[in-house]
């Protein structure tokens, strides 16, 4: 079996408590459902150790500079555990009892610095945390090796997720990684082909719903009420623990010296609730001094955060019909809305939508940097000119984009927008148009090397400046 043992850490670990985030009750187990007994709210790990001392006080004898040096130190181990970029950051993560984790050396995503689209958005410093460089393609593994740890550990024969692609491609290979049967439901026609494939593969159970992502959750969440199968989407706490070492990565990355800025694409908004939940810990324990502001950036077409914040003060979810080319994002209701407002809220960020055109553009901007990603992940360099324009972003400010999927997650969309059919028959079709210049559609031709050297002359009249 591919499990692989975690040793004794190097510093003490701490236990936890699942919580309520409304009624704040707390308890030692969950139900299937990951909702609250007392009044069905989502549920989130907690460290009462942290609060009762802090891990970085005297007390607890390991400081902050402790745990920076021991996670540093774990890069040059060659145990399974510590190769895992999740894993490394064990002491901020759950404990698991017996030590095992199911891995596929998820995590140590790079990060980039993006020099041209720094200057197209008009900031002096931009880069890129690729998470669509972890084993399936995706930033899900990162939450889906703990999830999958802890399955295991309870035992499960069968993990489930509903999905827009990704979540299904990763659970499906962690499944097969911990010798558990995986089930998938996602949106019939409404997931890129890449996506289902990697379900397929990993020997999923693979079931295309004739409903959308909200309907498919749905049903999940009465299913695991029904039947012993443990749910794996973001609902899942520890999916959320997995997803916040991401930024601690990214801190590490940058030697502690914090962006004024993170910005992250919004779906079901679990990753955001990630990122914040990371960095409120972060600073509790007294890894940073202050906090980064963290903004989201939706779909025009997807945009219940953004309705929800500004119709509704943050206060009830405003749910829509989600409808956009970024099928991984294709989300109405999202689960996670109200932990997403509140680490908004606590980290001081924005939220921002752009159409399809501006997400089209972006990619194929990000692509010019030699980095591709897929077109969720694109939406947070056209939502970063959004807050540039508006002067929410100034312009000194340091900002990092969290790009969360490959480009080969979505290929369809690529070739559609080179070849110039995306969007077409749309009213986006006059829009799409003014981005000719960043198209560079495939050329056939006859094989003599006349018409290529005759090509080539051409493609260098007409080469992009800079
Ligand atoms: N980017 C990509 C590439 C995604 O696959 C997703 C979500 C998001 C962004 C949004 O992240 O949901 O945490 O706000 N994909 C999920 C899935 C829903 O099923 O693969 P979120």
Known sequence: MPLSAIPEPGVRPSDFRFHCIDCSHLSDSASPDYRCPRCGDLLEISYPEWNKSGISSPASGVSADDLKSTWK??????????LSGVWRFRELLPVLNDGHVVTLREGNTPLYEMPQCARIA???RLSAKHQGMNPTGSFKDAGMTVAASFAHHAGYRWIACASTGNTSASMAA???RGGMRSLVLVPEGKISWSKLSQALDYGAVTCQLRTDFDGCLRLLQELV???PVHQLNSINPFRIEGQKTLAIELMEQMDWQLPDHIIVPGGNLGNSSAIGKALLEMRDLGLISRLPKLSVIQAEGANALVRTLREAGGKRLIGVNAETRAT?????NPASWKKAVRVLEATGGACEQVSEVEMAQAKAEIGTEGIGCEPAS???LAGLKKLV????????????LILTGNQLKDPDFTIEFHRGDLLAGTPHESAMAALSTLRRPPIVLDATLDEVLRTLEQADKTAPSG
């Open 225 to 227: 009420l029904r039947a």
């Open 73 to 82: 130190q774990r890069r040059l181990s060659c145990v399974p555990a510590d």
């Open 389 to 400: 324009k508006q002067g929410f972003v100034k312009a000194g400010d340091n900002v990092v």
């Open 328 to 332: 991984a994002i294709r989300i109405g």
């Open 122 to 124: 008009g900031v002096p």
């Open 174 to 176: 962690y499944a097969a």
């Open 378 to 380: 694109a939406v947070t």
